[in-house]
């Protein structure tokens, strides 16, 4: 599924909340931003899990949000 599908999921915005309620989402965003996609920008949402040993949800919203980001700035 990708991260584009998961947002018209009816959920989604009730695991998006749920995420943006975690104490370390900001720091989690801001190190796969800065560490982790400069050095693997395919990275996917499971594979962000493992390595930050985080839940598959709070991984895919956020690389779904910096996935949008990128898109806005280009």
Same mark, same amino acid.
């Given at each position: 599924m990708s991260l584009?599908?998961?947002?018209?999921?009816?959920?989604?915005p009730i695991l998006a909340e749920t995420v943006h309620?975690?104490?370390?989402?900001?720091?989690h965003k801001a190190y796969t931003r800065e560490t982790i996609l400069q050095?693997?920008?395919?990275t996917t949402p499971s594979e $962000?899990?493992?390595r930050l040993n985080i839940? $598959?949800?709070?991984a895919i919203v956020i690389l779904y949000e910096l996935a949008e980001e990128r898109r806005t700035k280009s």
């Amino acid at each position: 599924m990708s991260l584009e599908e998961y947002t018209r999921e009816k959920l989604w915005p009730i695991l998006a909340e749920t995420v943006h309620a975690m104490v370390m989402y900001p720091s989690h965003k801001a190190y796969t931003r800065e560490t982790i996609l400069q050095e693997k920008p395919e990275t996917t949402p499971s594979e $962000l899990a493992s390595r930050l040993n985080i839940p $598959l949800g709070e991984a895919i919203v956020i690389l779904y949000e910096l996935a949008e980001e990128r898109r806005t700035k280009s």
